[in-house]
Nanobody, 119 residues
Framework: QVHLVESGGGLVQTGGSLRLSCAAS????????MRWYRQAPGKQRELVAG???????NYADSVKGRFTISRDNAKNTVYLQMNSLKPEDTGLYYC?????????????WGQGTQVTVSS
């Protein structure tokens, strides 16, 4: 069984910063790509950023230059540093890692951490 614990969300003013964390534990052999998604009320879930095990990253155009994804492979943890936050960044942020364990390779979802940016 895999457990994902997300933290770091909160309420912040426009222009502020937050740092999200997602720690994976349990039945894990290795973690491949790790991603952050977000979902705003009434909208579809969208990919925010992803990072491979080797450290290659990709970002949604809307967050390029403001958000930075990173990971600590020894801690099975992925981070999302969010700077210059805007009201449109508001949403529930989920981590989504690809985990290899005795069951094979599949992706998992965290419970989400709320980010609210006030104008």
């Amino acid at each position: 069984q895999v457990h994902l614990v997300e933290s770091g969300g909160g309420l912040v003013q426009t222009g502020g910063s937050l740092r999200l964390s997602c720690a994976a534990s349990g039945s894990i052999f290795t973690i491949n790509t790790m991603r952050w998604y977000r979902q705003a009320p009434g909208k579809q879930r969208e990919l925010v950023a992803g990072i491979t095990r080797a450290g290659s990253t990709n970002y949604a155009d809307s967050v390029k230059g403001r958000f930075t994804i990173s990971r600590d492979n020894a801690k099975n943890t992925v981070y999302l540093q969010m700077n210059s936050l805007k009201p449109e960044d508001t949403g529930l942020y989920y981590c989504n890692p690809d985990i290899v364990n005795a069951e094979g390779l599949r992706d998992y979802w965290g419970q989400g951490t709320q980010v609210t940016v006030s104008s």
